[in-house]
């Protein structure tokens, strides 16, 4: 992830150390990356529970040789992690690119969805880069975390770690680009494979559960649409087995130039001066409040948003909420305060005429209310 560790394993049985210097032989380098923290490289010591000594901050691993890998792992990318917090937009998916050209594609998912699976099927026609997280630099390109990659041998028994050459996994190419994002959604007794765009509201929505700490970058929406919108954007990949769908993901990284974006329309609206939220506190919720025509509204605090021109993303803290229909004309409209009668005015305007337009208005007020994002004067 862009920082050099110096691991000590002086304190760790000899076969443990022997396992742990065989998984993580690719990525033994010495040269700094560009995007390294100031403070590395930094020096994890790691040690055996009941250590009399001790690791302050170090991973404490078992002394078995099959399970320890495992614990070690976790610790080294939660430390990485930890570094480039807030630097870098980190996703919690597999990231590959292709050999000849660095054009690169990320995988998302939730954990136990098929990640893996796909990294170690389709790592032997792309260059692996990371099976669990995805770091991507402001300018769009790829950092590799070619992490040993953990498998379950049977149903119950604990996981096991394999180096990607192990695995006959190819390595990854020089300088990878972001060319791709993908949605995995693996169906078992699906058809054909098939992949379809995915609007920017829509996968960011979904993807910000996946991120880490990405409250805590200066502009997180702007910076997560940007990836989201590189080269041929995001696209949902529906399948039954990941081998069946490669020749898809070969086709959408194909002649796609590097630096271009797929053109999605998006804007940043930023808090008014003195009413950005702390990127992990969020505006609590107003549902007590009563609701007339003559109440008084106004947007609550909030860290960031975005807006498609239809719909509209706002990060309450580090809570994504997605605005459709009525609650995003309000919430636009919104930007001084105006009572629920002037509201109704605007929907009306922009929605046209309904018999039940000020009692629609007042639901989706109390709805916005509820979620943080107004509150009453």
Same mark, same amino acid.
């Given at each position: 992830?862009?920082? /050099?560790?110096? $691991?000590?394993?002086? /304190?760790?049985?000899?076969? &443990?150390?022997?396992?742990? /210097?065989?998984?993580?032989? =690719?990525?033994? &380098?010495? %040269?700094?990356?560009?995007?390294?923290?100031?403070?590395?490289?930094?020096?994890?010591?790691?040690? !055996? @529970? +009941?250590?009399?000594v001790g690791a302050e901050g170090g991973p404490i691993l078992d002394e078995? $040789? &099959?399970?320890?890998?495992?614990?070690?792992?976790?610790?080294?990318?939660?430390?990485?992690?930890?570094?480039?917090?807030?630097r870098l937009t980190l996703l919690h998916s597999a990231a590959l690119a292709e050999p000849a050209t660095g054009a690169g594609v990320i995988l998302v998912a939730e954990s136990g969805t098929g990640k893996s699976t796909a990294a170690r099927t389709l790592g032997r026609e792309l260059g692996y880069l990371s099976d669990e997280t995805a770091v991507i630099r402001d300018d769009l390109t790829l950092i590799g975390h070619p992490n040993r990659l953990s498998l379950i041998p049977a149903p119950g028994q604990p996981k096991i770690e394999k180096s990607p050459g192990e695995l006959g996994l190819l390595p990854a190419p020089p300088d990878p #680009? @972001?060319?791709?994002? *993908?949605?995995?959604?693996?169906?078992? +007794? =699906?058809?054909?494979?098939?992949?379809?765009?995915?609007? @920017?509201?829509?996968?960011?929505?979904?993807? *910000?559960?996946?991120?880490?700490?990405?409250?805590?970058?200066? /502009?997180?929406l702007a910076s997560l649409a940007r990836v989201l919108t590189a080269g041929a954007g995001v696209h949902r990949l529906t399948y039954a087995e990941i081998a069946g769908a490669a020749p898809l993901i070969h086709a959408l990284l194909a002649g796609i130039p590097r630096g271009s974006n797929n053109g999605a329309y998006w804007q940043i609206v930023d808090p008014a001066e003195g009413r950005r939220t702390e990127p992990w506190t969020s505006t609590p919720a107003a549902d007590d409040a009563i609701v007339t025509e003559h109440t008084r509204i106004t947007r609550a605090r909030y860290l960031d948003a975005i807006d498609d021109g239809v719909d509209v993303l706002v990060l309450n803290g580090p809570?994504? *909420?997605?605005? @459709?229909?009525? +609650?995003?004309? *309000? #919430?636009?409209?919104?930007?001084?305060?105006?009572?629920?009668?002037?509201?109704?005015?605007? &929907?009306? %305007?922009? !929605?046209?005429? =309904?018999?039940?337009?000020?009692?629609? $208005?007042?639901?989706? $007020? =109390?709805?916005?209310?509820?979620?943080?994002?107004?509150?009453?004067?």
């Amino acid at each position: 992830m862009g920082c /050099r560790w110096d $691991v000590d394993l002086s /304190r760790v049985r000899p076969e &443990v150390a022997d396992r742990l /210097r065989q998984l993580w032989a =690719h990525a033994n &380098v010495e %040269t700094a990356d560009r995007s390294e923290p100031e403070d590395f490289p930094r020096e994890l010591i790691a040690s !055996h @529970l +009941g250590d009399p000594v001790g690791a302050e901050g170090g991973p404490i691993l078992d002394e078995n $040789v &099959v399970t320890a890998p495992y614990t070690f792992s976790t610790a080294i990318t939660l430390a990485s992690i930890r570094a480039q917090s807030g630097r870098l937009t980190l996703l919690h998916s597999a990231a590959l690119a292709e050999p000849a050209t660095g054009a690169g594609v990320i995988l998302v998912a939730e954990s136990g969805t098929g990640k893996s699976t796909a990294a170690r099927t389709l790592g032997r026609e792309l260059g692996y880069l990371s099976d669990e997280t995805a770091v991507i630099r402001d300018d769009l390109t790829l950092i590799g975390h070619p992490n040993r990659l953990s498998l379950i041998p049977a149903p119950g028994q604990p996981k096991i770690e394999k180096s990607p050459g192990e695995l006959g996994l190819l390595p990854a190419p020089p300088d990878p #680009w @972001l060319a791709a994002t *993908i949605l995995l959604c693996r169906k078992p +007794g =699906h058809g054909v494979p098939t992949l379809e765009s995915v609007p @920017l509201l829509e996968a960011m929505a979904e993807t *910000i559960p996946q991120s880490s700490a990405l409250p805590t970058q200066d /502009r997180p929406l702007a910076s997560l649409a940007r990836v989201l919108t590189a080269g041929a954007g995001v696209h949902r990949l529906t399948y039954a087995e990941i081998a069946g769908a490669a020749p898809l993901i070969h086709a959408l990284l194909a002649g796609i130039p590097r630096g271009s974006n797929n053109g999605a329309y998006w804007q940043i609206v930023d808090p008014a001066e003195g009413r950005r939220t702390e990127p992990w506190t969020s505006t609590p919720a107003a549902d007590d409040a009563i609701v007339t025509e003559h109440t008084r509204i106004t947007r609550a605090r909030y860290l960031d948003a975005i807006d498609d021109g239809v719909d509209v993303l706002v990060l309450n803290g580090p809570n994504p *909420i997605r605005l @459709l229909g009525l +609650g995003s004309t *309000i #919430w636009r409209a919104c930007t001084a305060e105006l009572t629920v009668a002037e509201a109704t005015a605007t &929907v009306v %305007t922009e !929605h046209g005429e =309904h018999p039940d337009a000020p009692e629609l $208005v007042a639901e989706a $007020v =109390h709805s916005l209310l509820a979620n943080g994002l107004l509150e009453t004067l």
